[in-house]
């Protein structure tokens, strides 16, 4: 569970605007615009405060007093898994609740830059799939009074069965992965896997088992470079989080999930801990010895392709790749999914340990011109047909607990599944640095490029990220999270 710790003294413009990557706009073309002006809802009065509205009457079927004729703005992030599950399936339930309701669909592909601007003027959409590497900073849209505190969607009687708290059908770690300062402010609707992914048929076609341990591991690596495949790659370009993931998640494989709330909790020498140089040193070793350094030149797509062409063995992602893939797959290649080798006989976690986690990020504008209705949006994707729906569509899971039974599911997502099975308790913690503090998270993934490329030594890396990890902590205008499972 998180917890805030406080922020020391007020947060001024420019810290803001650092927080959420807006610098570069205050100091650019139209820096007179923006210095005239606060952000919307700073708390200095500049800003028009959004108009009061009326709620319509609640109940059951309307929880949170939805004006049935009022607007509703929808972004979607369009990568991975599409826009077709919001505009075929979410949005025309909403729109069967509500008939009047005008509904504004805006897919991209670049969060950051589309909305950035909108968060400084006030113009905010409703509903916002904040995703893919342009994501925003939802610790500094918080602090900032921008997120919708979703309390009420949690408590909100669950649209299948008004007898039951939303709550209480999801997946253990919904709740609790949705608190920023204490409280939930964004919904992370998918269970995802990350992991290595590998062709199962090009394995079993050349009789490759799957490795278990670090040795296993480095023996595969001869015999795929004796077949002219790379071992293992990373896009270098869009997509060094993959690795990133890589790391911390074999570091808690290493030494206990532990390591990984240490350096959410930025726990002095938390980036430092032995398991994290070993986790860092086993990888880097591996890259040196069998990896291609074309690859850090690549994005995640042109990797991804390489792989579906087996120049690749194994690909480190989350589950939704079986369907970003989906139109470039062919027939000869089914996705199947490894969790990282043991890398000594001492690690603290068994071989069959993944990672299992949330991911997919909602939320609700607070001053969006629609609140009730983005809360009520969320709620409707939390239902049992808009759950469902989205898993059959995207072949990815929801945190909505038993809807995907009877789904006739790619082998992909059923390799994921027995893979949870297999790991029963053994679960690796997912990550929250990197929505909590993603300054943190993108110096982490330069600095994984560094140390993957050999410009840097292991001992260099998890040196500059616990430097990068103090000077984060030392910053009033960072609102500090905490967390102990």
Same mark, same amino acid.
């Given at each position: 569970?998180?917890?805030?710790?406080?922020?020391?003294?007020?947060?001024?413009?420019?810290?803001?605007?650092?927080?959420?990557?807006?610098?570069?706009?205050?100091?650019?073309?139209?820096?007179?615009?923006?210095?005239?002006?606060?952000?919307?809802?700073?708390g200095s009065g500049a800003g028009p405060a959004p108009a009061a509205a009326t709620p319509a009457a609640t109940s059951a079927a309307n929880p949170f007093g939805v004006d049935p004729g009022k607007p509703l703005e929808v972004v979607i992030f369009n990568g991975g898994n599409g826009d077709g599950y919001a505009t075929g399936l979410h949005q025309p339930l909403y729109r069967k609740a509500y008939p009047r309701a005008e509904i504004k669909h805006v897919p991209t592909q670049k969060i950051g830059t589309q909305l950035r601007p909108r968060f400084v003027s006030g113009d905010v959409p409703d509903v916002v799939n904040n995703s893919g590497p342009e994501a925003l900073d939802m610790a500094a849209l918080t602090a900032e009074g921008h997120l919708a505190d979703l309390s009420a969607l949690f408590d909100a009687p669950?649209?299948?069965?008004?007898?039951?708290?939303?709550?209480?059908?999801?997946?253990?770690?919904?709740?609790?992965?949705?608190?920023?300062?204490?409280?939930?402010?964004?919904?992370?609707?998918?269970?995802?896997?990350?992991?290595?992914?590998?062709?199962?048929?090009?394995?079993?076609?050349?009789?490759?088992?799957?490795?278990?341990?670090?040795?296993?591991?480095?023996?595969?690596?001869?015999?795929?470079?004796?077949?002219?495949?790379?071992?293992?790659?990373?896009?270098?370009?869009?997509?060094?989080?993959?690795?990133?993931?890589?790391?911390?998640?074999?570091?808690?494989?290493?030494?206990?999930?532990?390591?990984?709330?240490?350096?959410?909790?930025?726990?002095?020498?938390?980036?430092?801990?032995?398991?994290?140089?070993?986790?860092?040193?086993?990888?880097? &070793?591996?890259?040196?010895?069998?990896?291609? #350094?074309?690859? +850090?030149?690549?994005?995640? @797509? *042109? !990797?991804?392709?390489?792989?579906?062409?087996?120049?690749?063995?194994?690909?480190?992602?989350?589950?939704?790749?079986?369907?970003?893939?989906?139109?470039?797959?062919?027939?000869?290649?089914?996705?199947?999914?490894?969790?990282?080798?043991?890398?000594?006989?001492?690690?603290?976690?068994?071989?069959?340990?993944?990672?299992?986690?949330?991911?997919?990020?909602?939320?609700?504008?607070?001053?969006?011109?629609?609140?009730?209705?983005?809360?009520?949006?969320?709620?409707?994707?939390?239902?049992?047909?808009?759950?469902?729906?989205?898993?059959?569509?995207?072949?990815?899971?929801?945190?909505?607990?038993?809807?995907?039974?009877?789904?006739?599911?790619?082998?992909?997502?059923?390799?994921?599944?027995?893979?949870?099975?297999?790991?029963?308790?053994?679960?690796?913690? &997912?990550?929250?640095?990197?929505?909590?503090? #993603?300054?943190? +998270?993108?110096?982490?993934? @330069? *600095? !994984?490029?560094?140390?993957?490329?050999?410009?840097?030594?292991?001992?260099?890396?998890?040196?500059?990220?616990?430097?990068?990890?103090?000077?984060?902590?030392?910053?009033?205008?960072?609102?500090?999270?905490?967390?102990?499972?």
């Amino acid at each position: 569970m998180s917890q805030s710790t406080g922020m020391p003294g007020e947060m001024n413009r420019r810290q803001l605007l650092r927080r959420i990557g807006l610098t570069a706009l205050a100091a650019g073309p139209g820096a007179g615009l923006l210095s005239a002006c606060a952000t919307a809802g700073s708390g200095s009065g500049a800003g028009p405060a959004p108009a009061a509205a009326t709620p319509a009457a609640t109940s059951a079927a309307n929880p949170f007093g939805v004006d049935p004729g009022k607007p509703l703005e929808v972004v979607i992030f369009n990568g991975g898994n599409g826009d077709g599950y919001a505009t075929g399936l979410h949005q025309p339930l909403y729109r069967k609740a509500y008939p009047r309701a005008e509904i504004k669909h805006v897919p991209t592909q670049k969060i950051g830059t589309q909305l950035r601007p909108r968060f400084v003027s006030g113009d905010v959409p409703d509903v916002v799939n904040n995703s893919g590497p342009e994501a925003l900073d939802m610790a500094a849209l918080t602090a900032e009074g921008h997120l919708a505190d979703l309390s009420a969607l949690f408590d909100a009687p669950s649209v299948d069965d008004p007898g039951k708290k939303v709550r209480d059908t999801l997946v253990g770690g919904a709740h609790e992965n949705s608190l920023i300062d204490g409280d939930p402010h964004v919904l992370n609707y998918t269970v995802a896997h990350r992991a290595l992914w590998y062709n199962a048929k090009l394995f079993a076609d050349r009789g490759w088992t799957v490795p278990r341990t670090w040795d296993a591991f480095l023996a595969l690596g001869e015999e795929t470079r004796r077949a002219g495949i790379t071992l293992f790659a990373y896009p270098g370009q869009v997509g060094p989080f993959y690795q990133v993931w890589n790391l911390v998640y074999t570091a808690a494989k290493i030494g206990g999930n532990q390591v990984v709330i240490d350096i959410d909790n930025l726990a002095d020498g938390a980036w430092t801990n032995p398991a994290v140089l070993a986790s860092v040193t086993a990888w880097a &070793d591996l890259q040196t010895k069998y990896g291609d #350094k074309a690859y +850090f030149g690549l994005d995640h @797509t *042109q !990797t991804q392709i390489k792989h579906l062409q087996d120049k690749v063995a194994f690909y480190p992602c989350g589950s939704w790749l079986d369907n970003e893939m989906a139109k470039d797959k062919p027939d000869s290649f089914e996705y199947a999914i490894a969790p990282v080798p043991s890398v000594t006989a001492t690690d603290k976690m068994p071989a069959e340990a993944i990672m299992v986690g949330v991911s997919e990020a909602f939320f609700v504008s607070a001053k969006g011109g629609n609140l009730a209705g983005g809360l009520e949006y969320l709620r409707i994707m939390l239902s049992r047909e808009g759950a469902r729906g989205y898993t059959e569509r995207t072949k990815n899971l929801t945190v909505v607990n038993g809807v995907s039974e009877g789904l006739d599911l790619p082998p992909a997502v059923r390799s994921a599944a027995r893979a949870q099975d297999a790991a029963g308790r053994n679960t690796i913690t &997912d990550a929250r640095f990197e929505s909590w503090y #993603k300054e943190l +998270f993108d110096y982490s993934q @330069t *600095q !994984t490029n560094a140390v993957m490329a050999g410009r840097a030594t292991p001992e260099q890396f998890c040196a500059n990220m616990q430097r990068k990890a103090d000077e984060i902590k030392k910053d009033p205008s960072v609102t500090k999270q905490t967390r102990s499972v």
